[in-house]
């Protein structure tokens, strides 16, 4: 059975930074893509990041653009997103999921088979 488990949300005022897991089970590191998304209140799921089957190609969304990093570490198959510089716009559920079909750095919610079941992050003015 196949599980995303996300950690490392919470408060933190403008300016900060937080550091999100998300630990993969039952998938093959290698075998599947990796993106970020977010919801802020009364908005849709919103792409953030993605990273490719490797480690070798990334993608991220211009709003985060030189703020957020995405990486992969697949010896022991968890993807991190590394958030500096926030700000209260950047506050949102934030859900891991990931895609076989797509192993490249798909960007659209319906190119992903499996998520997590989201971690809050709320900045703080």
């Known amino acids: 059975q196949v599980q995303l488990v996300e950690s490392g949300g919470g408060l933190v005022q403008a300016g900060g930074s937080l550091r999100l897991s998300c630990a993969v089970f039952?998938?093959?590191?290698?075998?599947?893509?990796t993106g970020w998304f977010r919801r802020a209140p009364g908005q849709e799921r919103e792409f953030v990041a993605a990273?490719?089957?490797?480690?070798?190609?990334?993608r991220t969304v211009d709003s985060v653009k030189g703020r957020f990093t995405i990486s992969r570490h697949n010896t022991e198959n968890t993807v991190s997103l590394q958030m500096n510089t926030l700000k209260p716009e950047d506050t949102a559920v934030y859900y891991c999921?990931?895609?076989?079909?797509?192993?490249?750095?798909?960007?659209?919610?319906?190119?992903?088979?499996?998520w997590g079941q989201g971690t809050q992050v709320t900045v703080s003015s």
């Open positions: 990273i490719n089957w490797n480690g070798g190609r990334t």
């Open positions: 999921a990931a895609s076989r079909r797509n192993v490249n750095t798909p960007s659209a919610v319906n190119e992903y088979d499996y």
């Open positions: 039952g998938l093959t590191a290698g075998d599947y893509a």
